[in-house]
């Protein structure tokens, strides 16, 4: 019972695991209450118990073995035991399984424990599914866990707040690999399926649709309700009514998702799902181009190009480069996009740092906006940077200057994913 | 001699009170019965699975009854239509040649409606019994569970009969039979024990289709009618997404050559007109139906991805000697994209020599998220193309291929959905002329409805594959490819 109930923990568990347990449970009574002159007819039995109950034919051994070596009996236990080790190799190419998969179909695991902070995970991707943002926003500050995919999630909630910039850098970045995951074959699964939620808030529905396609395909079973509602979701955006209704049909069909999908049958959606819809569809690009699946820079720039009032894809824009160490993109980005308002203290020390690198007159300087406090702080950093560097003690630099983009731009290293 | 005068009597009177009758007082309506998937007014061949459908009314019952010229059946069900298929296979079979009327009554909210009649031609050439094709998430870049399958056309049987489960999640391309013969047959298995898989008569050979003078292993290709040579493209495919939303991804080639495969000893041979040609790109080949010539798609280098609307593929052909194994030295063009202002890509020659049917697009080389792609009918006697406006729908239409007798053609149509591709079937008569083409049946009309797979290239042949996905994971793990000069 307790390994079962540990089993229940993973994240691929599936109830027809279970259901072998007890099949070869209830085999395994069958054989107990058969009588002894006929027990023999059992081994005809083994291969329509795989065939039903599939690893559950081992429960049924173990039970038989102990059950038999505590009377004595030797022969049966062996020779059923060969028999049950023979059948998942003899028909696993029927099921086309590997040989390890033969012998465990359906479960996918043998062992399993519960894994909190994969519970927590899941918590914030439900959240952020939810539009919870400040429930993210506060799940990952606590994280004592410095990963890209906490970092994904606490960069996404305070873009949706409007205070990326000012947050950014409060907490562990990963370079620009926290802000969107990079879809490789060795990406790991709960990132494949939460990669989707950043490029749709950003109304980028191509790569919205790219990411949530590969969270179906990479799911247990290659099924997920969560990916089939947000391909609705992204069809509709789109006005793609065909597809859409290909979506909406399949969770029609199923008791959790039947009334969402009601409301979103198109022509007769909701009035809720009509203003959301509006909404979403001022974020979608109006120009085509070609981009590289990683070109996340032009990906931006060409929201950008439709909307430029889009804060969220700005955001993303200036702290894609700035993580990327691309003072020159920043400094471009921001001229096209940003200019003219006052800049916040990312961006302010972003710009001092672009302006020396270029070599900016005072007047070019003047018409950013910045503060000149900034300026100043920048000249303690220098002075400080040079004293560490010479006694090789960054601690004071670092317990003062440690939440600024100059100590950032100096120290930190990528992390590949 | 009395008696059977009556039975006949009786019998006649039966099949038309048969085809007049339908529930009573069944009120009829004038808009089209929403049957899917969509049989209305279509012509099928004689030997086809049962065209199963639903009624997306969801009614709580239905009778269809089907009036040929000779006989009749009747079927009830309620949403769904399921007909029983040895009475369906002896229906078809009495009625080939003939036209069926189709009338369908369903009961909706306790009452019944009669929806107004539509018709099946069946026509006596019969399509290939198999079809293979890959199942494949429409993933853009990224792949999991890739399975080939073999469907029998005349029941609802499906066979696995590669699947990368059991090769390592491997990538597989498409397979291809030589001239609709499953005795021999083609596919590319990727992944780091991959080769062509090529099989004749279930010997299986694992091949490296590449040598120093090719850009890539061997890509898109075909069979020489001897089984003898392949003709494959090699090209460097780069994929990357459109901005906007609905028009996904497109893939085009930066580089790509043609090149021919001698099987029997181990050797590439190109031709300087199509290899090696830094201005030009040439890729999807084929051969033709008497493997003189391979036909081919070419198109002038441009700037990309800048320029990618400007890449447009016209279709050309040079000839081949397989005796020699040398090629001609000129390029006939058969259909100029400069003219036509549209991209031709996958060339199908049918059997009897007297078509090409192609698939064309704006630009560039990857129809299957270009929406306006359709299918073309060349007919290479006459030079006329035929836009099969019938066959066609305002989806992606491509990955085609041929029957033995050149009548039916069969091709995967992202129609409805918009995005899993399905396989369509199209009779073309001994005039040429094109039929509404119809979904392969499947024995759930619900099935498409659910499933999350799409139909990767349908390739028809008369007999079944003679290897099994065993044999496949065999050649994988344990096979030694061959090299190719």
Known sequence: MTWELLRNCGTNYELSSTISLLGGLAAFYIFKSTPNRIKWFGILLIPLFYWLFGYGIFVFILLLIIDQLRGKQYIIPVVFTITSIIIPVATRQHYHLTTSQAYQYPASSFIDKPDFQFEKLLALSVESSSGHWGKVATLTEKDPQKSSIIAYFYNLSHGMMGDLPDKILETYQPGPLGLLIQLKPTTPLFSIWNSSEAWFQLGDMTMAEHSAILGMIFSPKHRSAKMVMRLAEINMINGDTAATSKYLIMLQKTWLYKQWAQERIPGHESEYVKGWLKEKRSLIPQ????????????????????????????????????????????????????????????????????????????QEVQSYYIYQKVINDFNNYSQLYNQAVQSNDFGLLKSTFGKSYWFYYSFAKFKQS | MKISVYIAALLIVLTLSGCGSQPNHAQKVSGQAPIYPDYSNITIPVNIAPLNFLLRNKPNKTQVLLCGKKDTLTVNGNDKVIFPIKEWKNFLSVEAGHRINVRLAAEINGKWVEYPPFFWDVAPDKIDRYVTYRLIEPGYEVWNSLQICERDLENFDERVIADNNQLGNACMNCHIHDNRNADISMFHLRGKNGGTILNKQGKIRKLTLKNDNMISPAVYGDFHPSGDFGVFSTNVIIPEFHAKGNIRMEVYDTQSD?????????????????????????????FSADGHYIYFCTAQAVKLPEQVKKLKYSICRIAFDAKTKTFGNMIDTLWNARQTKQSACHLKASPDGKYLLFTVADYGTFPIWHREADLRLLNLQTGKTDNLKVVNSDRSDTYHSWSSNSRWFIFASKRGDGQYGKPYIAYLDKNGMAHKAFVLPQKDPSHYDETLKSYNLPDLSNNKVSFSSSDIENAYENMKAEQFK
């Open chain 2, 258 to 286: 043609i090149v021919v495969a001698d099987f029997n000893n181990n050797r590439m041979l190109q031709s300087p007109l199509i290899s090696a040609t830094p201005n030009s790109l040439e890729t999807f080949p084929v």
């Open chain 1, 287 to 362: 120009q085509d181009t070609l981009r590289a699946a990683f070109d996340y820079q032009r990906s931006l720039r060409n929201l950008l190009q439709t909307n430029s009032q889009n804060k969220l894809a700005c955001d993303y824009l200036l702290c894609y480069d700035l993580l990327s160490k691309d003072i020159n993109a920043f400094m471009n980005d921001y001229s096209l996009y940003k200019k003219g308002q006052i800049p916040g203290k990312l961006y302010s020390e972003a710009l001092v740092l672009g302006l020396i690198q270029k070599h900016a007159t005072a």
